[in-house]
């Protein structure tokens, strides 16, 4: 049996791309395409989530107080936007929480 041709041209896009963004960057692009397609919508707006105007924020590396696992937030880039704004930058806001987290912005990483 043998591979079909699209699937072996994928696979060669997708290791070429390996090989020039870096594997941390895929595996970024990919978890935030992952959260835009469950999602559909932001839980906090209620805006339709598009992956080149999407940012997901990945707490899920720590423990909370409570003994439970962080967890994971996507949402439209302007309501991340309007969030970084209001407690005054990305540093302010991790202060806030206590905790660091990963931002995987669609606009930059696509």
């Known amino acids: 049996m043998s591979i079909p041709a ?6 060669r896009s997708v290791a070429r791309a390996a090989v020039a963004d870096g594997l941390p960057r895929i595996a ?3 978890l935030l395409k992952y ?11 209620g805006g339709l989530l598009d992956v080149r105007r999407a940012v997901l924020i990945d707490g899920s ?8 696992a962080g ?5 439209t880039a302007g309501e991340f936007d309007m969030v970084i704004e209001n407690v ?12 660091d987290f990963a931002v995987y912005d ?3 990483l696509l």
Do not use: N, Q
């Open 71 to 75: 967890t994971m937030i996507i949402m």
């Open 28 to 30: 970024a692009r990919e």
């Open 61 to 68: 590396d720590f423990t909370r107080a409570d003994g439970k």
């Open 35 to 45: 959260a835009v397609t469950t999602a559909i919508l932001s839980p906090y707006g």
């Open 6 to 11: 699209a699937e072996t041209v994928r696979a």
């Open 88 to 99: 005054g930058g990305l540093d302010a806001l991790k202060e806030k929480l206590g905790h």
């Open 106 to 108: 669609g606009r930059k």
